[in-house]
């Protein structure tokens, strides 16, 4: 190997070591749901699980998703092919809308 083979090789292994810290949204995403139910703002995530996904009968729960500019948590299930997304406002815990049914 020649000497610019092996810089160009070690500099994309150093890209490709540090490209991961920056391509997590999901860690952005529980950092921003766990300071805002920290500061009163959100309903624990817990709360609000133990009361929609007993409703849910017969669906598998797959997780939630926060949008936490809109304040809103988009809890996924799915049964057989079908999947549905119940949205619940994360300052109240009220459903605010359903799809997929």
Known sequence: MTLRTCLLA???ALTAIAAPADSHPRDREQDA???ATRDGSFIPLRNIESRIVPQM???DYLGPELDASAGRY???F???PQ???I???ART???VGKSGF
Do not use: C, E, H, T
Request: charge should be positive; proline fraction near 0%; glycine fraction near 16%.
């Open 10 to 12: 070690g500099l994309a």
């Open 33 to 35: 749901a766990f300071r």
């Open 57 to 59: 009968r017969g669906f």
């Open 74 to 76: 988009r809890l996924k």
């Open 78 to 80: 799915m049964r057989g």
């Open 83 to 85: 999947v549905v997304w």
């Open 87 to 89: 949205d619940v406002d």
């Open 93 to 95: 815990g009220q459903v």
